[in-house]
């Protein structure tokens, strides 16, 4: 599950970065960086 969550979020900012939207190039920063913690505590 974390794994597609991480996936899909490469992907929309991918686009969001291709179709220079910076609202959602945040966005997706924010979510990618918040999924590394995520992942970072569940590795202890």
Same mark, same amino acid.
């Given at each position: 599950?974390?794994? @597609?969550?991480? !996936?899909? /979020? #490469? =992907?929309? #900012?991918?686009?969001a970065?291709?179709? *220079? !939207? !910076?609202i959602?190039?945040? &966005? =997706? *920063?924010? *979510?990618? /960086? &918040?999924? &590394?913690? /995520?992942?970072e505590? @569940?590795?202890?």
């Amino acid at each position: 599950m974390w794994r @597609l969550e991480v !996936d899909y /979020e #490469l =992907s929309t #900012l991918h686009e969001a970065i291709e179709q *220079k !939207d !910076d609202i959602q190039i945040e &966005r =997706s *920063k924010r *979510k990618l /960086e &918040r999924l &590394r913690k /995520e992942w970072e505590q @569940l590795q202890g």
